[in-house]
């Protein structure tokens, strides 16, 4: 069974970094891609942006310039760096695999991790 | 971005009955469709793919149809564990983006 696992801070000051990572399990990460979604308080689901096992990657174009995701392969972890943090920021941040072979969907979640940006 | 629009934004519905819930996007996107159920405090559960594939698992209760721009999702006869918020989400370009969401609340 795939499981995925949200680890990080659940407060960030205004302008600092938010760091996260994901932890993979029953999967090798081979198998698709991985990616970053997030929800801000009773809107809907906005995608961050994803890496290949090779650590290839694609943004969201209106995060882009804030955002670095990364890959441990030997941890069977990938992590997101966004900079410049403001209140906007603030939402539940899920990591998701890609459904492999179907298609830009996401079909294994982790539950979530609350991140709030609050001095 | 493709924007999506879901209809209506919530829904009240009794055990038993049928619902829809459709959703648009603000351009063609062929059958590059999902929906996912989400629960308070829960992931998404991704449902359906291509429009109208059901993920492995999901009760055949849940249907999805539509091609283009206007898709549905049909719950054919609404179960107590089905009340829940519902989303679309296009992956025809990117980025892939979702639909506002629509609440399913009882009767």
């Known amino acids: 069974q795939v499981q995925l696992q949200e680890s990080g801070p659940g407060l960030v000051k205004p302008s600092e970094t938010l760091s996260l990572t994901c932890t993979v399990s029953?999967?090798?990460?081979?198998?698709?891609?991985w990616s970053w979604i997030r929800q801000p308080p009773g809107k809907r689901l906005e995608w961050i942006g994803f890496?290949?096992?090779?650590?290839?990657?694609n943004y969201s174009p209106s995060l882009k310039s804030r955002i670095t995701i990364s890959i441990d392969t030997s941890k069977n972890q990938f992590s997101l760096d966004l900079d410049s943090v403001t209140a906007a920021d603030t939402a539940v941040y899920y990591c998701?695999?890609?459904?492999?072979?179907?298609?830009?969907?996401?079909?294994?979640w982790g539950q979530g991790i609350l991140l709030t940006v609050s001095s | 971005d493709i924007q999506m629009t879901q209809s209506p934004s919530s829904v009240s519905a009794s055990v038993g009955d049928r619902v829809t819930i459709a959703c648009r996007a603000s351009?063609?996107?062929?059958?590059?469709l999902a929906w996912y159920q989400q629960k308070a405090g829960k992931a998404p559960k991704f449902l359906i793919y291509?429009?109208?594939t059901l993920q492995n698992g999901v009760p055949s209760r849940f249907s999805g149809s539509g091609s283009g721009t206007d898709f549905t999702l049909t719950i054919s006869s609404v179960q107590p564990e089905d009340f829940a918020t519902y989303y679309c989400?296009?992956?025809?370009?990117?980025?892939?983006?979702f639909g506002q969401g629509t609440r399913l609340e009882i009767k």
């Open positions: 998701a695999r890609r459904a492999p072979e179907v298609g830009y969907y996401f079909d294994y």
């Open positions: 351009q063609d996107i062929s059958d590059w």
């Open positions: 291509a429009a109208s």
């Open positions: 029953g999967d090798s990460m081979r198998s698709s891609y």
């Open positions: 989400q296009q992956a025809n370009s990117f980025p892939p983006t």
């Open positions: 890496i290949s096992y090779s650590g290839s990657t």
